[in-house]
T-cell receptor
C-alpha cells in the first residue's frame, strides 16, 4: 500500500532556531517527492521537488534531502522566522503505467515558531 | 497573473441543503481536482477531471457531484447525502497527467449549521 508518514505531528520552536521535519514513504514506482507549505486557512504552496536522482534541494532557508534507498526525506529549516509557522506536507508521486500521476499526501507537520 | 481561484472562502450549510463550491483557473491546465482536508488527516481526493466533459471519482466521492463544462471551471456540489461535510475543501489543477505537480487554490471552509 502506498503510504507517506510524517513526523513529528507538531513542533514548537523559538524564533531563530533550526528544525528538521521527517517524511518516510512506501510508494512504488517512485516518481518524485515534494514538500509543500500550507498556511492556516490557505492552499498548499510548493517549496521543493526532488526526483530519484536528487538528494538535496534548497529554496532559501528550506533544504530538503532525499534518500531513495531508505525511502526517507527531511526538510530542514534554518534560522526560523515567525512566518514559518505553518503545516508542512510531504507529497510523493507514483509513476503511472498509464493515466495520471498518483499523489500520496502525508498528514503534515504543524510547526509553530515563537518569538 | 495565472492562478486558481476558489470561492467563497467560507460557506455555511444547513442540514439537508446542497451547496456548490466554485473553482476557476486561468493556467490553461487540462486537469482539475477536488480534495477534502480534515484535521490530522492527509488530503483525500474527491473527484478529478483530466479533460472537459469527463471526470472520475476519487477515494471519497459519495455525497459529492461535479461538472466540467469548461476547461477553466470545475465546481463541486456537496449534496445532502454527504453526512459529514464540515471540512476544508481544496481545488487544484495540473497539466493533463499531473507530472509537474499541482497548483492549489486557497480553499473553501464549509461548515454545517
Amino acid at each position: 500500500k502506498n503510504q507517506v508518514e510524517q513526523s513529528p505531528q507538531s513542533l514548537i520552536i523559538l524564533e531563530g532556531k533550526n528544525c528538521t521535519l521527517q517524511c518516510n514513504y512506501t510508494v512504488s514506482p517512485f516518481s518524485n517527492l515534494r514538500w509543500y507549505k500550507q498556511d492556516t486557512g490557505r492552499g498548499p504552496v510548493s517549496l521543493t521537488i526532488m526526483t530519484f536522482s536528487e538528494n538535496t534541494k534548497s529554496n532559501g532557508r528550506y533544504t530538503a534531502t532525499l534518500d531513495a534507498d531508505t525511502k526517507q526525506s527531511s526538510l530542514h529549516i534554518t534560522a526560523s522566522q515567525l512566518s514559518d509557522s505553518a503545516s508542512y506536507i510531504c507529497v510523493v508521486s507514483a509513476t503511472p503505467v498509464s493515466g495520471t500521476y498518483k499523489y500520496i499526501f502525508g498528514t503534515g507537520t504543524r510547526l509553530k515558531v515563537l518569538a | 497573473d495565472g492562478g486558481i481561484t476558489q470561492s467563497p472562502k467560507y460557506l455555511f450549510r444547513k442540514e439537508g441543503q446542497n451547496v456548490t463550491l466554485s473553482c476557476e483557473q486561468n493556467l490553461n491546465h487540462d486537469a482539475m481536482y477536488w480534495y477534502r482536508q480534515d484535521p490530522g488527516q492527509g488530503l483525500r481526493l474527491i473527484y478529478y477531471s483530466q479533460i472537459v466533459n469527463d471526470f472520475q471519482k476519487g477515494d471519497i466521492a459519495e455525497g459529492y457531484s461535479v461538472s466540467r463544462e469548461k476547461k477553466e471551471s470545475f465546481p463541486l456540489t456537496v449534496t445532502s447525502a454527504q453526512k459529514n461535510p464540515t471540512a476544508f475543501y481544496l481545488c487544484a489543477s495540473s497539466t493533463q497527467r499531473g507530472a509537474r505537480g499541482y497548483t492549489f487554490g486557497s480553499g473553501t471552509r464549509l461548515t454545517v449549521v
